[in-house]
């Protein structure tokens, strides 16, 4: 009986850590999913001396639908050079300077570029809807510079929101 009861003890501490563990593991592949795409492109950009676009895609061969799921395509011919999504439950989102452009552009000079032309500054977040791990979200930030690229954590209610497009870049994964 002291065995079953040493047992059980063990297992519901070790549930719900475990949980959080998964879901922490959940997020930091998907965000560094996201930042080896996005730093793909801007590779890409460079050595095809051409403009490369990030983009969603619900079809993976052109863009348009929900960020689970994107694209690397050259914009001149819309030819598709890589592929990359996420594994529900993982939920991934734009802020505004993105989702008003409708992708994250590299030109030929490496550096992001908004819908008008000017540097980006701008997040794609994974995030879990869930409050295991507390820190749910993963920013994958472009900074103001629009070729610097980096991954922080940070924590929303357990509903998933649009990321900021700057968000704070304290606590680096």
């Known amino acids: 009986m002291v065995t079953v009861a040493v047992l059980a003890i063990t297992v519901t501490v070790a549930v719900p ?33 051409a403009t490369l676009r990030v983009c969603p895609s619900s079809d993976g061969s052109s863009c348009g639908g929900d960020w689970r799921r ?41 550096l992001a570029r908004a819908a008008d032309g000017s540097l980006l500054a701008g997040a794609l977040a994974a995030c879990l809807p869930t409050r295991q791990p507390a820190q749910n979200l993963r920013y994958v930030a472009i900074a103001s ?4 690229m980096v991954v922080s954590r940070g924590s929303s209610p357990e509903e998933c929101s649009r990321p900021p497009d700057a968000p704070a870049l304290e606590q680096r994964t």
Not at 23 to 35: D, I, K, P, S, Y
Not at 73 to 87: I, L, M, P
Request: no cysteine.
């Open 17 to 49: 850590a475990f949980n959080g563990l998964v879901n922490g593991n959940r997020l930091t592949t998907g965000a560094n999913e996201l930042l080896a795409t996005l730093q793909f492109a801007r590779s890409e950009a460079i050595r095809r001396n």
């Open 145 to 148: 510079g629009g070729g610097r």
């Open 70 to 110: 994107w694209i690397v395509a050259v914009k001149s011919s819309g030819e598709v050079v890589r592929t990359g999504s996420v594994d529900a439950p993982v939920q991934v989102d734009a802020s505004a300077s993105i989702r008003s452009a409708g992708a994250v552009e590299f030109r030929s000079d490496g």
